[in-house]
């Protein structure tokens, strides 16, 4: 047994455990660029608490998910304000918006000499200024990841800038925050931290430590997540979330990803389609694929047994094959409202360009099996 694992130097979770971040971030600075949503008044109490606390804040909106010119700004104005910290949020936009203004800001040069696939992919020279995350979604685990993942219009694909130095110094994890979070977010993020914790326990590089993770993750959420949908102020199963969400972020930032990842690069870059809703669209059809691919060309591999136990979890069923999962999973995306990628725009005719942006995706390299042209181009085709 060989592996390799990190994460976030101190995560902090609970219930009420937001009213710690005053003294948390003290401890990094007193001037602070906070990294939130479009809806500046979600953070307003936090922000309030940290003024208290004589740490003086700049708020910084991010409408939408980050793109290269956003991060750009917000270096710019990090640096301007001369701020010693950067405090991300939010959803897992504003995190990873604030991760790589954190990185960028404190390093020489363009975002896209750090930028993989679209950029040069440099590793970053010194460390980002303190970042700290503070969730308000369950869904991407970008709390505990080592990468932020950036909208590139002029290239039509998402990028990620990607270093161990960019994992956050304090991840603080308040269920509480997702409390107000609407069903259709709910449902989105949700099925995103769903993926995020199949994808890395039958992915390439899975190990013993992940493993541990996204069982007890996939458990949570497959009981969690039809009841938040139904009742957003059923604090149990909100909490059950929050930890999912945390243990998919683990988990993946230790032992990759896989198809529905690797779809979802280019099509958030290439349509206004949030990642959340992406992954939820795809996450039956990539399960499926990868399925159908395994039994004809490796039946015997790991990889089954694992598809075999993840069908066994979600369905609650032990005499479950590995297709009940994505079929399961397919029925909980009828029953949760998720979109179609054709709502999205995505069409028949964009299926073959697709296949061959994914399949060049970092991504994709996690992924349990390589998956042909026409196999990536048939998931396209399922999932509109």
């Given at each position: 047994m060989r592996f390799e694992f990190a994460t976030a130097t101190r995560i902090v979770f609970g219930c009420g455990a937001a009213a710690q971040l005053p003294e948390l971030a003290g401890a990094f600075g007193r001037r602070a660029l906070v990294v939130t949503g479009r809806n500046t008044e979600r953070c307003a109490a936090m922000v309030s608490?940290?003024?208290?606390?004589?740490i003086e804040c700049t708020v910084f909106s991010v409408d939408g998910e980050p793109s290269v010119d956003l991060v750009r700004s917000g270096a710019t104005e990090a640096r301007q304000r001369r701020c010693e910290l950067v405090i991300g949020i939010g959803g897992g936009s504003a995190i990873d918006a604030g991760k790589a203004i954190a990185a960028l800001a404190a390093n020489s040069g363009d975002l896209l000499d750090y930028l993989e696939v679209v950029g040069k992919g440099n590793p970053i020279e010194k460390p980002p200024l303190p970042f700290?995350?503070?969730?308000?979604?369950?869904?991407?685990?970008?709390?505990?990841?080592r990468n932020a993942v950036v909208g590139s219009p002029e290239h039509g694909v998402k990028a990620s800038m990607r270093s161990p130095l960019m994992l956050p110094k304090v991840a603080?994890?308040?269920?509480?925050?997702?409390?107000?979070?609407p069903p259709d977010v709910t449902a989105s993020t949700g099925l995103d931290a769903l993926t995020?914790?199949?994808?890395?326990?039958?992915?390439a590089r899975a190990n013993a430590m992940t493993d541990m993770f996204c069982l007890q993750g996939m458990r949570l959420a497959a009981w969690a997540l039809p009841v938040v949908y139904k009742n957003g102020q059923d604090r149990q199963a909100r909490e059950a979330m929050s930890y999912a969400a945390l243990l998919g972020g683990l988990a993946l930032a230790n032992a990759g990803l896989g198809v529905v990842h690797g779809f979802a690069a280019p099509i958030g870059g290439m349509f206004n389609a949030p990642h959340g809703a992406v992954c939820a669209a795809v996450l039956p059809h990539g399960m499926a694929a990868n399925i159908q691919a395994l039994r004809k060309r490796q039946p015997g591999g790991e990889a089954m047994p694992r598809y075999r136990t993840v069908a066994e979890i979600l369905t609650r069923d032990a005499r479950a094959r590995p297709s009940?999962?994505?079929?399961?999973?397919?029925a909980l995306c009828r029953k949760l409202g998720i979109r179609s990628l054709s709502a999205f725009g995505v069409a028949a005719q964009d299926a073959e360009m697709l296949a061959d942006?994914?399949?060049n995706?970092?991504?994709?390299?996690?992924?349990?099996?390589?998956?042909?042209?026409?196999?990536?181009?048939?998931?396209?085709?399922?999932?509109l």
């Open positions: 608490a940290l003024q208290r606390h004589g700290l995350a503070v969730p308000t979604t369950a869904g991407t685990g970008a709390e505990v990841t603080l994890v308040d269920p509480e925050l997702t409390l107000d979070v995020q914790l199949i994808e890395p326990y039958v992915s009940d999962g994505a079929d399961w999973v397919l942006k994914a399949s995706a970092s991504s994709m390299k996690s992924n349990p099996i390589t998956l042909t042209r026409q196999e990536l181009i048939g998931v396209v085709m399922n999932s």
